[in-house]
């Protein structure tokens, strides 16, 4: 067997590319990785292409890795459906769980019985429209990855972790040579320094980072989630001015020096000090979340004076200002590295300590109009 393994599609959530808002090109590399090398195998053979592709996703929580993720499982199985006219999942989830067990040699056993599925699975054909076999690739996702594959090297868990990851690094590696398909990995951490670099390198795993968004990038989100036909608060101009009004006063907040955006300074191990600022930490998610509030807020108002008001960018604002507020009173030296991952790695300085800045809870001028 092992279709037990794969991810049963009517419960993964599609999601499309107006979806992400700013799609990141690793996407499209995977993609066409995937299609050549079934599409175009003799030119992948000729060319000597490895037959797995893998890929680790770091970035600060609610970054859009998981997004994308789904984003590519989408993608994958639409072109999968155009192939044979069938959505067969083709997806594999994996997580520490279902391998770590408390009784003795029975991680072990669960890791080959797993190895064993997956090499069945990757031994299935699929049909396509014209009625010729072909062997689909597999995607395995390995989510917050530092959990499977902790390093060997932390001083707490040697025991633990030695023996359960060298037999996955060993079954994964001899499904390379008896496979005829690709397997394709994706790996998402916020913690990449707790993953097992040596693991990470005998995978093959490739760094993709997802770096919090940019201008373009915030200004596209936010048209996504205040969308053309929103009704918007005011009554000076047209829907479509009022609109592009409030995505600039949003991204102005987020991005611009209006407000001190300093939230708390970092101060590493190596006495260098780096400033943890509101526009680094700008994430898909917090603008999901922070338009739903306002959202809700707006309807909130518009029922107790019975007529629909619109949505307030200073509503937008102020769920944006409690949030980054309520981070930096809980930035600390133990969970900074989830915010800003971009500073560590295996070998690079630790964070000494975290110092306050005084400027956190000054309001934007936005706030301070009636």
Not at 45 to 61: H, N, P, Q
Not at 202 to 222: S, W
Not at 318 to 347: I, K, M, S
């Amino acid at each position: 067997g092992g279709d037990d393994l794969l991810v049963d599609l009517a419960i993964l959530p599609e999601v499309r590319r107006e979806d992400v808002g700013a799609p990141h090109p690793v996407v499209d590399e995977i993609l066409d990785d995937i299609r050549i090398g079934t599409e175009r195998k003799e030119w992948a053979e000729r060319m000597g292409k490895r037959d797995r592709r893998s890929y680790l996703f770091v970035g600060i929580t609610g970054g859009g890795k998981s997004h994308h993720l789904k984003l590519i499982s989408t993608e994958l199985h639409d072109w999968i459906e155009q192939q044979t006219g069938c959505r067969t999942s083709r997806l594999i989830m994996v997580d520490a769980s279902q391998f770590w067990s408390p009784y003795f040699g029975e991680t072990e056993q669960r890791i080959a019985r797993w190895a064993a599925k997956l090499y069945n699975l990757g031994k299935q054909t699929l049909t396509d429209k014209a009625g010729n076999q072909f062997r689909s690739p597999l995607v395995i996702v390995l989510e917050e990855c530092e959990t499977l594959l902790r390093s060997r090297n932390d001083g707490t868990s040697n025991h633990l972790f030695d023996r359960p990851l060298g037999l996955l690094l060993q079954k994964t590696e001899s499904l390379e040579g008896a496979l005829e398909v690709p397997i394709v990995w994706l790996a998402t951490s916020n913690r990449a320094d707790l993953a097992d670099a040596a693991a990470l390198r005998r995978i093959g795993m490739r760094r993709v980072n997802f770096h919090t968004l940019n201008g373009a990038a915030v200004r596209a989100v936010l048209a996504k989630k205040i969308f053309a036909s929103m009704p918007i608060a005011g009554d000076i101009g047209d829907l479509e001015s009022r609109r592009a009004v409030a995505i600039e006063q949003i991204a102005a907040y987020l991005l611009g020096d209006e407000t001190p955006q300093e939230l708390a300074v970092a101060v590493m191990d190596n006495s260098e000090r780096h400033s943890i600022n509101r526009r680094d930490l700008v994430t898909p998610a917090v603008l999901e979340e922070a338009v739903s509030w306002a959202i809700d807020r707006c309807l909130s108002k518009s029922a107790r004076q019975d007529n629909l008001l619109g949505l307030d960018a200073r509503d937008v604002i102020e769920f944006l200002h409690r949030h980054y507020g309520n981070l930096a009173r809980t930035l600390r030296v133990h969970n900074v590295a989830e915010y800003c991952p971009q500073w560590f790695d295996n070998e690079g300085p630790g964070v000494r300590r975290i110092e306050p800045s005084a400027h956190t809870q000054r309001r934007p001028a936005a706030l301070l109009v009636a």
